[in-house]
């Protein structure tokens, strides 16, 4: 994959002497900032809600979905378990894994969780979309019966992945999600129990793949972050590694591509999750980074702006 021009190379000391590098951004005065340390060890796939109290709240995947509170959305405790694959099981029997979970809260103030399930244990497993609904968003998740969305890929495989869910002006949601080794959208009027797909999101630019889509509305313009999937074995050793790039909109569903944002020297980065921190536009970007070889993933952070 070609590197994007324009952009300086910054090091940062992560952990135990290990140095990765960050792609910064200076065009449009834009920046990203990594911020030193992790965010959650032993954590993928996060999804970040600023609370109504002005504290965070981190869902992500681990063993099954757990969760994890915050008062400066930089240091997290109170690790523990959101939903349990045995909870999911119980209601649909199929589902072997859980993962990648998108939360948000109802009219009637009860929270929905969206989440993927896996049925079967190979890289070509089908994978839906479930929800599950909690009182308090924390505790005692009931899985809701049905599944919320089904689509595929390119391929024709059922692969429905990685939702983020965002509300619009009219009150209704859009859900950004995975397809293969692309990503669509799908609306809903009723609070996420049915959804309508959308196809996929157009970009004008060429990218062999699109996935883990995170969109954030600012004031009137949608930014959306995305990974790439790492290219094949024996190309350039930076080109096989994932990294996140940024997009525009004014609808929502037309992208205007805006650069490579995040790239690490020796890992992988994906699974961008944004958030706001304090007023006006600044915002914080949390993203999974995940050695090739390791079978784990820390969940790290960089600040936007």
């Known amino acids: 994959m070609k590197k994007t021009a324009g952009f300086l190379v910054v090091l940062f000391l992560l952990l135990a002497g290990t140095v990765s590098a ?31 109290d002005g504290t965070y709240r981190m869902y992500y995947t ?16 109170n690790d523990r378990q959101a939903l349990n694959q045995t909870t999911v099981q119980a209601a649909v029997p199929t ?21 993927e399930g896996k049925s079967g244990t190979s890289t070509s497993s089908p994978r839906r979309l479930y ?31 990685v ?10 949601l859009r859900m950004y999600y995975t397809a293969g080794l692309k990503s669509k ?23 062999s793949t699109l996935v883990d889509p995170d969109v954030t509305k600012v004031g009137s313009k949608y930014i959306l972050l995305f990974s790439t999937m790492p290219a094949a074995a024996g190309s350039k050793p930076s080109d096989e590694l994932q990294k996140i790039y940024r997009a525009f909109s004014t609808d929502g569903r037309h992208f205007k591509f805006a650069g490579l944002k995040i790239a690490l020297s020796r890992a ?27 079978a784990n993933s820390d969940i790290l952070s960089a600040l936007y702006r």
């Open 62 to 77: 681990g063993e099954g979905i757990r969760v994890v509170d915050s008062t400066n959305g930089k240091d997290f405790t």
């Open 95 to 115: 589902v072997t894994q859980i993962s990648n979970s998108s939360i948000f809260k109802l009219n009637d103030g009860t929270w929905r969780m969206i989440f």
């Open 185 to 207: 959208s799908a609306i809903s009027s009723d609070e996420g129990l049915n959804w309508t797909k959308e196809g996929f999101i157009h970009l004008n630019k060429r990218m």
């Open 163 to 172: 939702p983020d869910v965002v509300e619009l002006d009219d009150g209704s």
């Open 268 to 294: 992988n980065a994906m699974d961008p999750d944004m958030v706001r921190r304090g007023s006006g536009k600044r915002l914080r970007i949390y993203f999974s980074r995940m050695r090739p070889t390791a």
């Open 131 to 161: 929800s599950a609904t909690s009182t308090d968003g924390v505790n005692n998740f009931s899985v809701e019966a049905g599944v919320r969305l089904e689509d595929s890929g390119t391929d024709d495989t059922t692969f429905t992945s």
């Open 22 to 52: 960050l792609a910064i951004d200076r065009s449009r005065n834009l920046q990203f900032r990594l911020e030193r340390g992790v965010r959650v060890h032993d954590g993928v796939s996060s999804n970040t809600i600023k609370l109504d």
